[in-house]
Antibody
Framework: EVQLVESGGGLVQPGGSLRLSCAAS????????MDWVRQAPGKGLEWVGR??????????EYAASVKGRFTVSRDDSQDSVYLQMTSLKTEDTAVYYC?????????????WGQGTLVTVSS | QSALTQPASVSGSPGQSITISCTGT?????????VSWYQQHPGKAPQLMIY???IRPSGVSNRFSGSKSGNTASLTISGLQAEDEADYYC??????????FGTGTEVTVL
């Protein structure tokens, strides 16, 4: 069974940093791109960023709203993906989901974690 | 990259069919057959319902179907059931960003 478990959310002040983790199990982690998607309270889904797999040089991509502030990374030896968030703004407040990208279909998000809440507030 | 446009809400009676639209541009929805749909119940994570415009993943009811015409994709739910009450989001590949989501549609079963 595919499982994605996020951790690391919490309350942080504007301008601060936070690192989210996602532990994966139940599939060959190294063979999949991994994404982060967020959802502000009462709002819609927003794609945040992606790490590709080793054959694709672990290339990362980001939404314009977070580029230069957020960094996606992965550790295939630990079956984990991370989201390092810096220079946080109040508008970054959201539930952050770790998501598996379907193998061979880079536009399909086939398994989602339960999410971790990040609150940016003074 | 602007979000794809969906109606804020759609409603129907049990047994009826409803259709949710998702309008983008030639740079996303209209340019590629890479549209997917996600269902989200309150307080839960989204779940993949349709991908590549019209393909249902294993385990998804055949009451859900997808289509596309020009820059607009559609999700149809036939034989509406109480359990279908949820938020629905379309999503597309975009040339300007890896993925772009729709604004979301709240489905109410009357």
């Amino acid at each position: 069974e595919v499982q994605l478990v996020e951790s690391g959310g919490g309350l942080v002040q504007p301008g601060g940093s936070l690192r989210l983790s996602c532990a994966a199990s139940g599939f060959t982690f190294s063979g999949h791109y991994m994404d982060w998607v967020r959802q502000a309270p009462g709002k819609g889904l927003e794609w945040v960023g992606r790490t590709r797999d080793k054959p694709h040089s672990y290339i990362t991509e980001y939404a314009a709203s977070v580029k230069g502030r957020f960094t996606v990374s992965r550790d295939d030896s630990q079956d984990s993906v991370y989201l390092q968030m810096t220079s946080l703004k109040t508008e970054d407040t959201a539930v952050y989901y770790c998501v598996r990208v379907q193998g061979g279909n880079a536009h399909v998000l086939d398994y989602w974690g339960q999410g971790t809440l990040v609150t940016v507030s003074s | 990259q602007s979000a794809l446009t969906q109606p804020a809400s759609v409603s129907g009676s049990p047994g009826q069919s409803i259709t949710i639209s998702c309008t983008g541009t030639s740079s996303d929805v209209g340019g590629y057959n890479f549209v997917s749909w996600y269902q989200q119940h309150p307080g839960k994570a989204p779940q993949l319902m349709i991908y590549d415009v019209s393909i249902r993943p294993s385990g998804v009811s055949n009451r859900f179907s997808g289509s596309k015409s020009g820059n607009t994709a559609s999700l149809t739910i036939s034989g509406l059931q109480a359990e279908d009450e949820a938020d629905y989001y379309c999503c597309s590949f975009s040339i300007s960003t890896a993925l772009v989501f729709g604004t979301g549609t709240e489905v109410t079963v009357l």
